[in-house]
């Protein structure tokens, strides 16, 4: 019902703008969402879940509540600032609040249409990607860009005041009553329409790609400093949409005023599942919160995993041809194979939750390799060549290849490589604009080092992913490297591997050399040839 208070209350104040958008909204509200209560009753009766003769008891937490409550009850912190940053939930688009033992109290927010996430997201559709899937493309072009739009951005889109809460010119933008994210206003400032998605990226892309990761880490670090200083706390806690954009999180991490940061790795919508959850728990129920000890999400590893008897059974029904190794000699081969330049699929222990792979459902590679990228782009993900790869690393090595003074187990903060493994750039080099930079080896480990020698760093524990852990140190061991490259185990466009038949189909459909589902490992040549979906590219749309 907020909701959609919010949307009448918005077409209201605009009409008669906006028609052709109202329209189209109002009858699947009217038939369907304004019904949702009784729907989720009914089929939970149906499923015969027992309560009152109507059905369950339901309860709702409003958006961002649901966001803060997954970023502080998990965290390692009696005390902390809890700072939420999205779209737009029912009216908040930003929101402060408070936790302390159990309580969590709202402190303030920023309301629809003025939202960071919405600027950014504008970018996203100007610059040619997907709205909510391709935010994350668009962080990873900024640095092939000059930041030359700032002052544009800060002039005519955005006013920011110093104490990071914002204003958005709605003038230039689309998306409260149109179908589109900017409109022709916002074109003419930026000298054209919007580039067609799949089509060449130019220099302007890239440009404003920079300009817009400039522009939100600015507003970030200004509300950092704002909360830190309103709350008192020395502890912050971060979700939203806008949480998983982890070159603004390692800013605030290095520049900003806490001492601790930790951010829902399910930091997106899908995290406000288990915000619900611990909601309900702590503050409807009021249950007692004990002093926490730990990070509660448990490296986030809460998906399912499967018997040695399931492998087996399905490798046999899709004819594969495998060896089944033991737990002692498993992560020294897979280091060998590794070191040869072979690319691995890593299907391990209980799936990740969220939008990271933390080598759970990881296809892991060597980052020595000046082609691993490359490989991985083109021949493993089937996606654009200017997107980076992360690494994994041990976490008690972190600090000799990293400049972090943290960790960071989610794969949620960048940072930078440290001197000692950058390789210097010739004058020729330092000229070269854009994707021209992509293939300029930047460190010892080129293949997760970024065009500004950054990395999307996720360090690997022994107490949350001991096998992973076993097989980063033998490589370390075999190679004198304790990182490798880990990317989600999928291709573009298609949902991260959840079973061992898909990570087989996917094995077989892509340039895959080795596949690890945990004791079992096969390898691409010994493998009978694969003939099925031959049209599988088109299953799913792309990101």
């Known amino acids: 019902m907020l909701k959609f208070d919010r949307l009448l209350e918005t077409y209201l104040s605009r009409a008669p703008k906006g028609?052709?958008?109202?329209?189209?909204?109002?009858?699947?509200?009217?038939k369907e969402k304004l019904y949702l209560k009784s729907v989720l009753r009914n089929e939970l009766k149906s499923l015969g879940v027992k309560g009152k003769s109507k059905g369950p008891q339901l309860l709702f937490t409003e958006h961002h509540q649901s966001h803060a409550a997954s970023a502080y009850y998990p965290s390692p912190y009696n005390d902390a600032a809890v700072l939420c940053i999205d779209g737009v939930g029912e009216w908040a688009t930003t929101s402060v609040w408070h936790g302390q033992g159990e309580k969590l109290t709202p402190v303030w927010q920023i309301n629809f249409p003025h939202s960071l996430g919405m600027l950014y997201s504008a970018f996203t559709y100007y610059t040619g990607f997907k709205v909510n899937s391709g935010e994350y493309k668009l962080m990873g072009l900024a640095p092939y860009g000059e930041p030359k739009y700032v002052d544009t951005i800060l002039t005519h889109l955005i006013d920011v005041k110093?104490?990071?809460?914002?204003?958005?010119?709605?003038?230039?933008?689309?998306?409260?009553?149109g179908l589109t994210m900017t409109n022709k206003q916002f074109d003419r400032l930026f000298d054209g329409p919007p580039r067609q998605p799949e089509s060449p990226i130019t220099q302007?892309?890239?440009?404003?790609?920079?300009?817009?990761?400039?522009?939100?880490?600015?507003?970030?670090l200004r509300l950092g400093h704002t909360v830190h200083k309103e709350l008192g706390s020395k502890n912050?806690?971060?979700a939203g949409g806008v949480a998983l954009n982890c070159v603004a999180n390692g800013r605030l991490s290095r520049e900003g005023p806490f001492r601790n940061i930790w951010i829902q790795p399910a930091a997106g919508d899908a995290g406000g599942a288990i915000g619900a959850a611990l909601a309900t728990?702590?503050?409807?129920?009021?249950?007692?919160?004990?002093?926490?000890?730990?990070?509660?999400?448990r490296g986030s590893y809460l998906g399912p995993t499967y018997s040695a008897e399931d492998i087996a059974a399905s490798l046999e029904e899709l004819g594969a041809v495998y060896e089944v190794l033991n737990d002692d000699d498993l992560p020294g081969h897979v280091a060998?194979?590794?070191a040869d330049e072979?690319?691995?699929?890593?299907?391990?222990?209980?799936?990740?939750?969220?939008?990271r792979a933390l080598g759970g459902r990881s296809i892991l590679g060597d980052p020595r390799s000046t082609n691993m990228q490359s490989i991985m782009n083109l021949k493993i993900k089937y996606r654009?060549?200017?997107?980076?790869?992360?690494?994994?690393v041990l976490a008690e090595r972190v600090s000799d290849y990293f400049d972090i003074q943290s960790t960071s187990p989610y794969m949620l903060q960048v940072s930078e490589i440290k001197d000692q493994h950058r390789i210097s750039m010739t004058e020729e080099q330092q000229n070269m604009f854009g994707v021209e930079k992509l293939n300029v080896p930047r460190s010892t480990i080129p293949a997760i080092t970024h065009v500004d020698y950054s990395a999307r760093i996720q360090t690997v524990h022994k107490e949350t992913n001991p096998r992973y852990h076993a097989l980063l140190s033998s490589f370390d061991d075999k190679t004198g490297c304790p990182v490798l490259v880990n990317t989600s185990f999928n291709v573009r466009g298609e949902p991260i591997v959840a079973t061992p038949e898909d990570a087989y189909r996917c094995f077989m459909r892509t340039e895959m050399d080795y596949l690890v589902i945990e004791n079992f490992v096969l390898h691409k040549p010994s493998q009978p040839k694969w003939t099925k979906n031959e049209d599988w590219m088109n299953e799913f749309e792309l990101d």
Do not use: H, I
């Not at 702590?282 to 000890?293: F, I, S, T």
């Open 236 to 238: 912050l806690c971060l």
């Open 204 to 220: 302007r892309e890239m440009d404003l790609a920079r300009s817009v990761q400039e522009v939100t880490e600015r507003v970030v």
């Open 342 to 355: 072979n690319v691995v699929g890593w299907f391990q222990g209980r799936m990740e939750f969220g939008p």
């Open 19 to 30: 028609f052709k958008s109202f329209s189209m909204a109002m009858p699947v509200w009217l």
């Open 162 to 177: 110093d104490d990071g809460t914002f204003k958005l010119n709605m003038d230039y933008f689309d998306y409260v009553t």
């Open 336 to 338: 060998s194979v590794l």
């Open 384 to 392: 654009e060549s200017f997107r980076p790869f992360a690494p994994s």
């Open 281 to 297: 728990w702590y503050q409807y129920l009021e249950n007692d919160r004990p002093a926490p000890k730990s990070d509660a999400m």
